[in-house]
């Protein structure tokens, strides 16, 4: 029986892959699988997927015909998971030897819908302990009691799916997919609607996974127009925020951390290319036109300083229409 699916996908890491197959190797248990989704990578990443679905313990290769992103090549190994439990790992990061049986066995001693684990963050040969803003560990928690306060880092501001392990009855209720097209960002709708919506959540103290910054191909580093997906993510999380019961407690969080994320990327203008930067800009005053607008302006008011002062000049311009269709990796790590 297989208790564990960790969803690996992977696009043109042909550095890194060798690296993250062999912390899969040193996880791997007669109870664990490993899906192994090749997003239509051009360089030597298949060659590499194919020797480790003949060498690696409990390997499943799953082929892409067409590059779809990160979301998407992350639900195709979601539909393929046969396991009890469900975790994620990037392709070009890397696990701690015994890392997934520690998680197997903190999330059956819990027995809740999920769990959130801190990480170890590697840029060059620099590496720093992130923790899961979570103070109380090993505790049963209620995931919305999780998401407030609206002026400080809580839990939804820690979108990272592969920092963590997911009980299968999140998917079967639909919890566990991300918006199908999304290349950025895709884990902020996630993670707001996995608190919304599951039942129980905890953290725990265990940070065996390897996060690599600064990587030269990822949309974090390459300001193309694959990064505005930013704008359609947050759109969602306001969307379906607003329907939610307690509307009026989390659309200050949800609309707070949205113009934090738009100001990073407005402060971080010179890494994208011209045109791109326009639109962000034209983008940007569209979505701040579409929040809603006394919950916007209290959370202006909180804010102060000149982040305040470039979202008003934002609003102000002319917007661009919301975005229509599909937009990843990597969601910039911006406190609200």
């Given at each position: 029986?297989?208790?564990l ?17 062999a ?14 989704v ?13 020797r ?8 499943v290769l799953?082929r ?7 979301a ?5 190994g979601?539909?393929?998971a046969?396991g009890t439990?469900l ?8 696990l ?23 990480h ?12 899961a803003?979570v103070p ?10 999780a998401?407030?306060p ?17 009980h299968?009855r ?5 919890l566990l997919?991300f ?24 953290a725990?103290?265990?940070?065996g ?7 030269p ?14 704008i ?5 999380v306001?969307?379906?925020t ?5 509307a009026d407690?989390?659309?200050p969080?949800?609309v707070r951390t949205?113009?934090?994320?738009i100001?990073?990327h ?25 929040m809603p607008?006394p ?9 102060g ?9 934002l ?5 661009a229409?919301p ?10 790590e911006?406190?609200?």
């Amino acid at each position: 029986m297989v208790k564990l699916s960790v969803v690996v996908p992977f696009f043109n890491v042909q550095t890194y892959a060798p690296d993250t197959l062999a912390s899969l190797r040193a996880n791997a248990r007669d109870d664990v699988e490993f899906l192994l989704v090749d997003d239509c990578s051009s360089d030597a990443t298949p060659e590499i997927l194919e020797r480790a679905a003949r060498d690696l313990p409990g390997a499943v290769l799953i082929r892409r015909e067409r590059n779809g992103g990160l979301a998407t090549a992350r639900n195709t190994g979601l539909d393929a998971a046969r396991g009890t439990y469900l975790a994620f790992l990037d392709g070009d990061d890397w696990l701690t030897p015994g890392h997934c049986g520690r998680l197997l066995a903190a999330a059956e001693e819990l027995g809740c819908d999920f769990l959130r684990t801190d990480h170890t963050t590697v840029t060059g040969r620099a590496r720093a302990v992130r923790r899961a803003p979570v103070p109380r560990r090993a505790e049963v928690l209620d995931p919305r009691g999780a998401i407030l306060p609206a002026h400080r880092t809580t839990s939804v501001d820690y979108p990272y799916a592969w920092a963590g392990i997911y009980h299968r009855r999140l998917l079967d209720r639909g919890l566990l997919h991300f918006p199908e097209g999304l290349r950025t960002a895709e884990d902020r709708p996630w993670i707001w609607r996995l608190h919304r919506e599951a039942d129980s959540f905890a953290a725990i103290s265990e940070f065996g996974v390897f996060y690599r910054r600064g990587v030269p191909n990822s949309l974090t580093q390459i300001g193309d127009v694959r990064q505005l997906d930013f704008i359609r993510a947050f759109d969602l999380v306001i969307e379906e925020t607003a329907r939610d019961k307690d509307a009026d407690l989390f659309l200050p969080k949800a609309v707070r951390t949205y113009c934090a994320v738009i100001a990073h990327h407005v402060g971080t203008l010179q890494k994208f290319e011209p045109a791109v930067a326009r639109r962000l800009k034209a983008m940007s005053a569209g979505a701040l036109r579409r929040m809603p607008q006394p919950v916007l302006d209290e959370a202006l008011a909180s804010m102060g300083g000149d982040r305040a002062a470039l979202l008003r000049r934002l609003r102000r311009r002319r917007p661009a229409p919301p975005p229509a269709g599909p937009g990843g990796t990597g969601t910039p790590e911006v406190a609200a």
